[in-house]
């Protein structure tokens, strides 16, 4: 099944243009989908608004939306009015500034894109764009109008394409400060450092994402088939956290064995230790 473009335009850098279009990489079509049902009847429901001071049903062409200014002051918005205040879009990517790709925090991304050419014309140019980026080790942050709303978005090179991820704006993504506040400083023991470096070489690799299956969605899937066969379903539990005064001995088991003796640099850094205090 071809994928359906999402948008398209053209890229610009400077003078240079690129007729290209954007696709979703990422999908949740293909996770379960359930629908609301009357338990009574069998029968799917559907949602109905009413008013909060009568009770009385609201039809949809009575809907409208609001801002509340004050409590109590609501500003009402005419769908016409909302439409002439949203910027048209003019099918134009406009690449702003380059970035180095070592630099990007991706903390600001939102949805990662499929960007190509839109035409076999387009192919030299979105060539010469996606390769030179490559060579210079750059993203390119751009803007352009995305389902009526202006979006700055992240674009580098992948493999024959570029990737073009949307990016959240300032004021929506909070800052790490205000989350690790509460967390104290703690000094970590040497030796338990010496054994948390060990379990983490001894488990690195690749990152494969085929290896990680969707355990939620997997649930619900043999939870639908137990259903269907009358089985029931056994409750899974969650692990217990690991308590801090059993923490050495996890790590230990987890390095491999409750009687790994501690690495050579702990020897040393108690040596040295020994010394300053001596």
């Known amino acids: 099944m071809a994928l359906r473009a999402n948008w398209k335009g053209a890229l610009r850098i ?3 243009s690129c007729p290209v279009a954007l696709y979703t990489a990422a999908s949740t079509a293909d996770r379960i989908a359930f629908h609301t049902l009357n338990r009574q009847t069998g029968n799917r429901v559907h949602r109905v608004y009413f008013d909060s001071e009568t009770d009385d049903p609201v039809e949809q062409t009575d809907q409208v939306k609001g801002y509340e200014t004050t409590p109590g002051e609501t500003v009402i918005l005419e769908p016409d009015e909302i439409a002439a205040a949203i910027p048209e879009s003019d099918k134009i990517m406009d690449v702003g500034a380059f970035v180095a790709t070592s630099k990007i ?6 949805k990662p894109y499929y960007l190509t050419p839109s035409s076999p014309i387009a192919s030299e140019a979105f060539a010469l764009i996606r390769d030179g980026m490559a060579a210079a080790g750059v993203a390119a942050v751009a803007r352009t109008v995305i389902f009526r709303r202006m979006r700055s978005l992240l674009i580098r090179p992948h493999e024959l394409g570029l990737i073009a991820e949307t990016l959240d704006f300032d004021y929506e993504v909070r800052s790490p400060r205000d989350a690790f ?18 379990i983490i070489k001894t488990k690195s690799g690749k990152f494969d994402p085929s290896a990680y299956d969707d355990r939620y969605e997997a649930a619900l899937t043999e939870l639908v088939r137990a259903k269907l066969e009358g089985r029931k379903m056994r409750p899974i539990k969650a692990p ?9 001995e996890a790590l230990r088991q987890s390095a491999g064995g409750g009687n790994r003796k501690p690495a050579k640099t702990s020897s040393k850094r108690a040596k040295g230790s020994q010394r300053k205090a001596g």
Request: avoid cysteine; charge should be negative.
């Open 14 to 16: 400077g003078e240079v």
């Open 105 to 110: 925090d991706d903390l600001f991304f939102d």
């Open 181 to 198: 506040a509460d967390i104290p400083k703690i000094k970590i023991d040497p030796e338990m450092l010496d054994l948390a470096h060990h």
């Open 240 to 248: 217990e956290p690991t308590k801090v005064s059993d923490l050495m």
